[in-house]
């Protein structure tokens, strides 16, 4: 039981590369699939998507609950967050091009490397830079966002009907929570460069 967490967590990390693979067979291999195999591959991505989504809630929870946290679980879970993360906003890359996806899915990732590379200086000075309450809540807000886009972007596979009445609004439903995602990825991101400024203007970090 002590080992189910972080094989929980692999397995996030499994699911995040599976979803990646799908959505770029499904378009680089648009002419050469056919339609319903795509919409196979289009169905099978947001299924992993979304239980990759949520074994993030539950590896947290049993490590809790039985005390089984570890420092390879520490070291795994951001990383599996942030693959799972990348992962899917490259594969919706490849669907098509999109400014209102890919505006804020940039600056997502351009925090999200920029904070992995503060945390390494920081960790070479021996400063750590505790999670923020708020960036907790950011994974999940990133994650509903862009389980959303994935939803609207795979709507044809779904069999649900195109209807603009329908579509439309469901679509910009998920264009606002991912430029919402991408607002409180970015005050996470200045709130962790603060820490870390503080953290290493300390005399005994110089």
Known sequence: MARLPNIITGLRLILALFTFAALSAAALLSEQLPLESQFSLERWAFVAFVVAALTDFVDGWLARRFHAETIWGAILDPIADKVLVCGVILGLMTLGPNAAVAIPAALILFREFTVSALREVAAGKGVTLPVTLLAKWKTTL?????????LTACWAAFGLP????????????????????ALVTLITGAQYWEQARKALSRPETL
């Open 142 to 150: 990133q994650l509903v966002a862009l389980g959303a886009e994935l």
């Open 162 to 181: 195109e209807d603009p009445a329908l579509l439309n609004p469901a679509t910009m439903i998920a264009h606002g929570l991912l430029w919402l995602a």
